[in-house]
């Protein structure tokens, strides 16, 4: 199956800086990829749609200006968490879509654990 | 509203004993819907894609089908290894994906 890295797999950073976090689908092209948030012993949640060379579509909710979102190519996108604060700290995964003849799957990163202190 | 339920929550097997988990969804338009298998401190790994009613899908130990409101995920002769959260997943018309809230599933020897 398809593989979908993300960059780093844990990070820890003091509160008020920023982090970055990388998504890659590594032997396809993605024109769409998905960030999701997920606290402990829940469920995934859907933070926004990241669509290649447009801006990202945003759950209700999630605060756009806190965390960015870029596309930039078919096999890269990344998720910023500005002016991080503690209750920012969660388990952060992306997924891509890989088409498939007429159909597509999802293929997800191993996810990345943000602690902010 | 689109929703995604699964049940039960959570799922205690002996070994060898078969059972099914069930994905419930109410949505505008279905695209896909999937399932995933997902350990802990991991992301999910995709398990099955399902896009019509009467659809289904096996992989070793799992069967997956499909009806107009619902899908079920089979597992036969569950092993300790097969101890997992399961989570479907429904992509809509409007490609937005809608995760359920996952059945956890424990398998003792």
């Known amino acids: 199956g398809a593989v979908v890295s993300q960059h780093p797999s844990w990070v820890i950073c003091k509160s008020g800086t920023s982090v970055k976090i990388e998504c890659r689908s590594l032997?396809?092209?993605?024109?769409?990829m998905f960030w999701y948030r997920q606290f402990p012993k829940q469920s995934l949640m859907l933070m926004a749609t990241s669509n290649e060379g447009s801006k990202a579509t945003y759950e209700q909710g999630v605060e756009k200006d806190k965390f960015l979102i870029n596309h930039a190519s078919l096999t890269l996108s990344t998720l910023t968490v500005t002016s991080a604060h503690p209750e920012d700290s969660s388990f952060y995964i992306c997924s891509a879509l890989e088409l498939a003849g007429v159909s597509y799957e999802q293929y997800f990163g191993p996810g990345t654990r943000l602690t902010v202190t | 509203e689109d929703q995604v339920t699964q049940s039960p929550e959570a799922l205690r097997l002996q070994e060898g004993e078969s059972s099914s988990l069930n994905c419930s969804y109410t949505?505008?338009?279905?695209?896909?819907l999937f399932w995933y298998r997902q350990d802990p401190g991991k992301g999910p790994e995709f398990l099955f894609t399902?896009?019509?009613a009467g659809e289904e899908k096996e992989k070793e130990r799992l069967k997956a089908t499909l009806t107009k409101k619902e899908s079920f995920l089979h597992i036969t002769a569950p092993k300790p290894e097969d101890s997992a959260t399961y989570l479907c997943?429904?992509?809509?018309?409007?490609?937005?994906?809608?995760f359920g809230p996952g059945t956890s599933l424990s398998v003792i020897p």
């Open positions: 032997d396809f092209q993605a024109t769409t």
């Open positions: 399902l896009y019509s």
């Open positions: 997943a429904v992509q809509t018309s409007y490609d937005k994906v809608i």
């Open positions: 949505v505008s338009g279905l695209r896909g």
